[in-house]
């Protein structure tokens, strides 16, 4: 057994050049500074993911800049748990959206919406 411990430091979040382009579009029609990347207990699986726009960033928000100079924040709260994640941006027949691959998360529903992770 062994046990791997946090480090905020050493947090990272990453976004593909699709999704940073789709983000850059989003932002240039809007007054936000940047995306924030949240969870909320919810959905079949016990996390679901939040994508909203950051006008100003809350005390407690971590700014990670990705690709193509967008601006992420996740709250100090969520980072243990979306820590390493990719933002990517995918279409599936007629529908397109972020997808998020989180390498905390062990099991997802099948819509992709939610995740769980070991306790």
């Known amino acids: ?30 007054d936000a500074v940047g995306l924030k990347l949240d969870i909320t207990t919810s959905g079949c699986s016990g996390y679901m993911y939040i994508m909203d726009y950051v006008t100003q ?38 529908n397109s959206f972020f997808k998020f691959r989180n390498p905390n998360a062990e099991a997802e529903c099948g819509c992709g919406e939610s995740f769980s992770v070991g306790v």
Do not use: C
């Open 57 to 94: 960033p809350a005390e407690h928000d971590r700014a990670f800049q990705v690709s193509g100079g967008v601006t992420v924040y996740v709250s100090e709260e969520a980072l243990p748990l979306l820590n390493g994640t990719e933002i990517d941006w995918v279409t599936e027949g007629v």
């Open 1 to 30: 057994m062994s046990v791997e411990t946090f480090a905020p430091a050493n947090a990272r979040i990453t976004m593909t050049e699709e999704a940073a382009q789709q983000a850059r579009d989003h932002l240039a029609s809007s």
